[in-house]
């Protein structure tokens, strides 16, 4: 091998939307002292889909097939779908009789809500290149274990938990200083002590540390790969969040088998457990009991607000507004510490607030998008990554509200975005490469 071809690919922009993906990215730890990581990562969706506009505008026949915008079916119903909420939004304030202000402030969170997670996927139908996303995850990963020093450090040094909150708190009124703020670490209600890094609470950093291992995963270089996987191990210890800890485990090993449905020896595999799950199931519920137990006794408060929060939700959602929802979220009772209802699950916050309109907006985009690129998945590397993308967000429905947290997660819907794009295989020539494949690998 020659001394250049041994030297690691370098991977930079080459145009306008992966010059934005590629300096928002890296650039994340300046936003995050800054205090803008909430501004910068809502306004790029909106920046590349006003691109994506101007490039629709300008094409003709004439424009080069690899430069042509093709979107998908499947992400015309992601948008559908998050129009939708926008629908319930707008009824569930007049069902209500709220003021138009407040309507006005509720489509503004919308925007910057779930609004992105129909732009984001949008997105990929641009030409940014995967491995560019992959490689800007590590440069990520890189940074965060240089500051992990003096993350470690300042707690037992006693720094100050918040070092300052930017002024740009001000174009966010309504979301609470966390989203703006600047902390080196911070005491949980038990006393312990956990980081958040530029997410506005710790579960928020154990959901983005989940989405940059899947990312870092692909990456083809080994250095840049152990960067991005070191540092996303390390943020999902250091949210403690039991969530985080439990996906980022369980995220690559579903995905192997999903992506992998269509090799004889995974086939067989599956057919052995059935017969294994079939003689074992009492023993094998009484361990996932136990287990389900233990997790939630981990963090027993905490699991009881959210039990609660999640039962007020889907209990008004059904008595007052089942149809449109409540259309603004409300705070708690004392039983609850006061949090907002619905809060940390994404289908009880959707029940309450949008109803069942914005429950099956979501809801329907996540089944099609499931049985899409688990399609793709069997052939395509983009595909597979974006599956597991999909499959942290569903296990994060149940703990975080998706929406308020699309302004972090978005380097992997943009993925998700570039899976949907890749064409559907063939079955007959998947089978014959799949075949060819299980050849090479017993030779």
């Not at 259309?327 to 009880?348: K, L, N």
């Not at 998700?416 to 007959?428: Q, V, W, Y």
Request: aromatic share 14%; hydrophobic share 50%.
């Amino acid at each position: 091998m020659t001394a250049a071809s041994s030297k690691p690919k370098q991977i930079r922009p080459e145009n306008f939307p992966e010059r934005v993906v590629w300096y928002t990215m890296t650039g994340t730890y300046i936003w995050f002292l800054l205090g803008a990581t909430y501004i910068v990562g809502s306004v790029i969706g909106w920046i590349l889909f006003l691109y994506l506009l101007l490039k629709l505008w300008l094409q003709d026949e004439n424009t080069p097939s690899q430069e042509k915008i093709v979107i998908p079916g499947i992400i015309w119903v992601w948008i559908i779908g998050m129009l939708m909420m926008e629908v319930a939004l707008i009824f569930g304030h007049l069902d209500f009789n709220l003021p138009l202000t407040q309507m006005i402030k509720s489509s503004i969170g919308w925007a910057k809500g779930w609004a992105l997670i129909a732009l984001y996927p949008l997105a990929g139908c641009l030409n940014i290149r995967s491995e560019l996303i992959y490689r800007a995850v590590c440069v990520i990963g890189l940074q965060t274990l240089c500051l992990a020093p003096l993350l470690i450090a300042a707690p037992i040094l006693h720094l100050p938990q918040i070092l300052y909150v930017s002024p740009l708190k001000a174009v966010g009124a309504g979301l609470g200083s966390t989203f703006f703020d600047v902390s080196l670490y911070q005491v949980d209600f038990d006393g312990q002590i956990r980081q958040r890094l530029f997410t506005p609470w710790g579960p928020a950093l154990g959901f983005v540390a989940n989405i940059y291992f899947t990312l870092a995963m692909q990456e083809k270089n080994q250095k840049w790969r152990w960067y991005g996987i070191l540092a996303s191990v390390y943020m999902s210890q250091i949210c403690k969040s039991r969530l985080a800890q439990v996906c980022i485990l369980s995220t690559p090993i579903f995905i192997f088998f999903l992506s992998r449905l269509l090799r004889p020896y995974i086939i067989m595999f599956f057919g052995v457990v059935s017969v294994g799950v079939g003689i074992l199931a009492t023993n094998i519920l009484n361990a996932l009991d136990a287990f389900w137990t233990k997790f939630k006794a981990a963090r027993a408060d905490s699991s009881r607000v959210r039990a609660a929060l999640k039962q007020i939700a889907f209990d008004r959602a059904y008595r007052e507004a089942p149809i449109w929802g409540h259309g603004i979220v409300e705070r708690g009772p004392h039983a609850v510490e006061f949090m907002p209802i619905g809060s940390h699950h994404t289908w009880a916050g959707l029940a309450f607030v949008k109803g069942m309109v914005g429950f099956y907006s979501l809801a329907i985009p996540m089944i099609l998008s499931f049985f899409l690129l688990l399609l793709k998945a069997q052939k395509h590397k983009d595909a597979r990554a974006g599956l597991a993308i999909l499959f942290i967000l569903f296990l994060y429905t149940f703990g975080e509200n998706l929406e308020i947290l699309a302004y972090l997660y978005w380097p992997g819907l943009i993925i998700m975005g570039i899976g949907f794009n890749n064409k559907t295989p063939n079955l007959s020539r998947l089978n014959a490469y799949n075949a060819r494949l299980e050849s090479v690998e017993d030779s």
